[in-house]
């Protein structure tokens, strides 16, 4: 992704989408480290996404029905004690019984290389570790409505 | 459900304290200590003045600096350069006086490491209590000099690792935990009394200590001579690392029985390691670290006295925890101010006159969020010079990082590093041979000062609040942890900030280190063992025990401890007690910090 991307590009570029984009961060399992979802929150916040927020200590159930209830269009999935494997595709999984395929996940934590194929091979992207810049996580989102939710066929 | 309110426990302070010590700061600023002629330095402040407008400010005119302002990694702006004007006001004896006295700013102790080196204590913790075991064996055998458990999130959160709550995190981040039988493996071979303990446990901690006297007992070790630090600080928890159990309130009783079952019987043991290397980790700048972690002590002295306990011997058993991170010479400030400002406030404010109880005595862990995936090799650089300020800040003991910490949890390799870099600091740089060698640096003790005056800005705030507990309820220290760490965000993501690796000297191909794995087996054996042992015990023992505990639970006149260490020792598991507890108290949910 190419740098150079600041807080007022996004804004303006969530500002000309057709709806308002609400996004559902949650940190599913046992895990506490909640220091980069608060800072990615207040960044989604400020380029203009509407927010909701799981918790911490939220179970997949809880999570799936929030995103419902809330009818977000994005899952913003954060897990940074090593079980992304065990609950991102149990996420995954939900959400297709529940019918609610259509809502784009994206995922972030302690995630190795080697198991960023297996998530993405579920429909689970992004995957960024500790460091990533927020313009890349924002940029990797907007790409995926675009294309998916929007079908406009262009990159941010 | 049981409602434990914090008038229950905390008696009532006479307020002002920290807004009168906060204008005697200020006010203070204006004298000019009897170390200084009074002429001379105000020649000095003139001199600089000229200086600065026939020296410094053309040379920049002509020479831009590469920033329009310097400043502190907590926002203290920086002047170029610091004089003896700076510090004019700071009294020697009165203000830093001599190591191991009053208010022991330069160390606590007369020798500091001309005596002893500081404690290597490296957290290590992963798999099954086998497979710990058998790295704290590694440790010692590669000089480490105290012990220091990392127990996994179930355990943290005091589920058994037959939970399904503790569903794929079984032995992830530290070392699963769930009964007698899973402590006796841990320690296996290894004897209590020849070792100093130090277990990162704060809502269960009251069971993990009970097990711990239990393997002991079993060892043929009494009571009395365990010697180590078990974490138990819960304010933080709420503040930062949130891993609670039950409402604040709740745990500030099991907290309560616990000093003052400690206090009869456990005399060379830290109850309470209260700690800011979470607060920090969480996104709290220096200041933040210094001002709640110091609160949250100040809150568990009045927890102590308020019980009836006397804290000129109580304050002995209580010590701390801080990080150490990039701001070198911020870092070394705060811990001289921390050491300044707690002898003074148990001095001033509770009336303590027993000089051991006036010790802040610390351990340091380098900062695990300064780390990086990039790049990993230069965390070893990063962890040596934040281990440095550490030494060069009096710490106690010390944990350095592994450097491949940003991806996994630290691979062999990774670790032995790790301890070296401590012994390369202790034998190879000679810094450990003059007590505070920063000392008398008028930029430190100007920073020192600096850093002390606004810890008591936020304690005053908090006062107002309604103290550290009401504080931590209306959610505001979690809060300004985070809207700083936005802060910080924000300006790597402007490249105000430089992260070598990350977001400036970026390596085009990334070279993936060596990575530890834990071993997915590990959850099964474990699953297998405690119901094993559930049906192996003596259930009705357990039965019996168990509603002793309840009783307990329920009846805040009774010490939760002596039920608890009854019912660990019957096999009871971690969360057969905390469920108990979770169903008399109920459990908590965070204020909204959005």
């Known amino acids: 992704m190419e740098r150079g991307r600041n807080l007022q590009y996004f804004r303006e570029v969530i500002n000309k989408l057709p709806k308002r984009i609400k996004v559902l961060v949650a940190k599913p399992g046992l895990d506490a480290h909640d220091r980069g979802v608060h800072v990615l929150m207040r960044y989604f916040r400020d380029v203009g996404f509407e927010v909701v927020y799981s918790g911490i200590l939220a179970t997949v159930d809880e999570i799936v029905q929030t995103a419902i209830d809330e009818d977000v269009d994005v899952i913003a999935l954060s897990s940074m004690n090593g079980a992304h494997m065990v609950h991102f595709p149990a996420v995954i999984e939900k959400l297709r019984e529940k019918g609610a395929n259509d809502i784009i996940v994206v995922g972030g934590g302690i995630i190795p290389d080697e198991d960023k194929p297996k998530l993405e091979a579920i429909g689970v992207t992004g995957n960024y570790g500790p460091g990533t810049p927020l313009e890349t996580i924002v940029s990797h989102i907007l790409d995926r409505l675009l294309r998916e939710k929007f079908k406009i066929d262009s990159k941010v | ?594």
């Open chain 2, 1 to 594: 459900m049981l409602v434990i309110t914090s008038s229950d426990l905390l008696k009532d302070f006479p307020k002002g304290y920290w807004k009168r010590k906060l204008e005697e700061k200020i006010s203070k600023r204006n004298r000019i200590s009897g170390l200084y002629n009074k002429e001379e330095i105000e020649k000095l402040g003139d001199a600089e003045y000229r200086w600065r407008s026939e020296v410094y400010e053309p040379w920049i005119k002509e020479k831009p600096e590469r920033k329009s302002k310097f400043e502190t990694a907590s926002g203290i702006e920086l002047k170029p350069i610091y004089t003896p004007y700076d510090i004019k006001h700071i009294d020697y004896l009165e203000d830093l006086n001599f190591p191991g006295c009053y208010p022991y700013t330069r160390g606590v102790y007369p020798s500091m490491y001309r005596g002893r080196l500081w404690t290597i204590r490296e957290f290590s913790g992963f798999g099954t209590p086998e497979d710990t075991n058998k790295r704290l064996k590694f440790l010692l055998e590669h000089g480490e000099t105290g012990l220091s458990i990392a127990f996994d999130m179930p355990t943290l959160y005091g589920y058994d690792s037959d939970s399904p709550r503790a569903f794929g995190e079984v032995g992830k981040m530290g070392v699963s935990v769930s009964s007698l039988q899973d402590m006796e493996a841990l320690f296996k071979d290894i004897p209590l009394d020849q070792v100093t303990t130090s277990m990162t446990i704060n809502a269960p901690a009251i069971v993990l200590l009970a097990l711990y006297i239990a393997v002991a007992e079993k060892q043929g070790v009494p009571i009395h001579r365990l010697s180590g630090t078990i974490q138990n600080d819960i304010l933080k928890e709420y503040i930062a690392q949130k891993e609670w159990a039950f409402p604040p309130e709740a745990h500030l009783r099991i907290i309560r029985d616990m000093m003052e079952f400690c206090s009869k019987n456990m005399p060379k043991w830290n109850y309470i390691s209260i700690s800011g290397y979470h607060i920090r980790e969480a996104g709290a700048n220096a200041i933040q670290e210094l001002a709640f972690t110091l609160m949250d002590g100040f809150t568990y002295v009045e927890l102590g006295m308020s019980a009836g306990l006397d804290p000129n011997e109580f304050a002995t058993r209580l010590s701390f925890f801080f990080n150490s991170t990039m701001d070198f010479f911020e870092e070394i400030a705060k811990f001289r101010a921390a050491r300044r400002i707690w002898a003074t406030v148990l001095k001033e404010r509770y009336g303590v006159k027993n000089p051991r109880a006036l010790l802040l005595r610390f351990h340091t862990q380098t900062s695990g969020a300064s780390l990086t995936w990039q790049q990993p090799l230069n965390n070893i650089v990063r962890t040596a010079i934040e281990a440095l300020a550490a030494v060069l800040g009096g710490t106690q003991s010390l944990h350095t990082n592994s450097y491949d910490e940003a991806l996994c949890l630290p691979t062999e390799e990774a670790v032995v590093v790790a301890v070296r870099t401590q012994q390369i600091i202790a034998h190879e740089t000679n810094v450990a041979s003059v007590i505070d060698p920063l000392a008398g640096s008028y930029y430190v003790e100007w920073l020192t000062d600096k850093l002390e005056e606004e810890a008591y800005r936020y304690f005053d705030k908090i006062e107002e609040l309604g103290g550290m507990v009401e504080a931590i309820k209306k959610g505001y220290p979690q809060k300004e942890i985070i809207e700083n760490a936005y802060r910080q965000a924000m300006k790597v993501e402007n490249k105000e900030d430089i992260i070598v690796g990350v977001n400036e000297y970026i390596a085009k191909d990334e070279r993936i280190v060596n990575v530890f794995k834990t071993n997915p087996e590990v959850e099964k054996k474990q699953r297998e063992r405690i119901q094993k042992l559930k049906q192996s015990r003596d259930n009705k023992k357990v039965k019996e025990a168990l509603e002793e505990v309840r009783r307990a639970f329920e009846d805040p006149s009774i010490n939760l401890m002596y039920p608890i260490l009854k019912a660990v020792k019957a096999y009871a598991t971690l969360q057969e007690i905390m469920d108990i507890g979770r169903e008399v108290y109920g459990t908590w949910k965070e204020p909204s910090i959005l």
